[in-house]
Structure formats: C-alpha cells, structure tokens
C-alpha cells in the first residue's frame, strides 16, 4: 500500500509560478509510475503529467506543455510538478497518483493523494 501525500498548493496570480510536491510513504515510489491530475469545480479530472518509475519519460497534456515540469527523486520517495506561467485555467485541486505504467487515463493509477487547491487569480 502506498499512501501519498500532496503539498505545495494555494493562491497565486496569473503569470506567477508554483510547485507542488507529493511525498509517499507506506512503499517505495522506485517501481511505480506517477503522474499528476487535476479537476476544476464542476468539471472531470483530467491528466497534467505523468512521468516513468526511472524519471526519463515525461508527458504532459498540451495546454501545460511548456509551463509545467514534472520531477521525481526516487531516493527522497517524492515527486513534484513544477507550474510557470500560470493561468486562472489552471486553478483546480490538483492530485499526485501512482500506478504500473505511465499514461494518460486515470485508471492506469492505483494509488491517489488527497488533493491541494491551486487558485489562479487574474
């Protein structure tokens, strides 16, 4: 069982930058794929990331490609997503997951944190 933790979240204006870590504990991360999701009041989650279980295949959903940079550390049990740029489109309760392979679908993951609000003011 691998529990996962989100942290990092909060208020920021349009053009400013976050970055949000998620830290897991319970099992090593080393094995697992991870990615980042995110979901807006009165929408569907949706991908933002996801990155390999070695940190060398990364993935982004086209409107954050070039402003958001997914990381990981297997050695510290953490991944973070590093946002630039960023838009009152972004706000939304993003969440970090983990599952076998890398991908798009968010049933590809097995393992969610809680969720840390990020708000875009303009």
């Known amino acids: 069982q691998v529990q996962l933790v989100e942290s990092g979240g909060g208020l920021v204006q349009a053009g400013g930058s976050l970055r949000l870590s998620c830290a897991a504990s319970?099992?090593?991360?080393?094995?697992?794929?991870m990615g980042w999701f995110r979901q807006a009041p009165g929408k569907e989650r949706e991908f933002v990331a996801t990155?390999?279980?070695?940190?060398?295949?990364?993935d982004y959903e086209d409107s954050v490609k070039g402003r958001f940079s997914i990381s990981r550390d297997n050695a510290k049990n953490t991944m973070s997503l590093h946002m630039n740029s960023l838009k009152p489109e972004d706000t939304a309760v993003y969440y970090c997951?983990?599952?076998?392979?890398?991908?798009?679908?968010?049933?590809?993951?097995?393992?969610w944190g809680q969720g840390t609000q990020v708000t875009v003011s303009s």
């Open positions: 997951a983990a599952g076998n392979v890398a991908g798009w679908s968010q049933f590809q993951y097995d393992y």
């Open positions: 319970g099992r090593t991360l080393r094995t697992y794929a």
């Open positions: 990155i390999n279980w070695s940190g060398g295949v990364t």
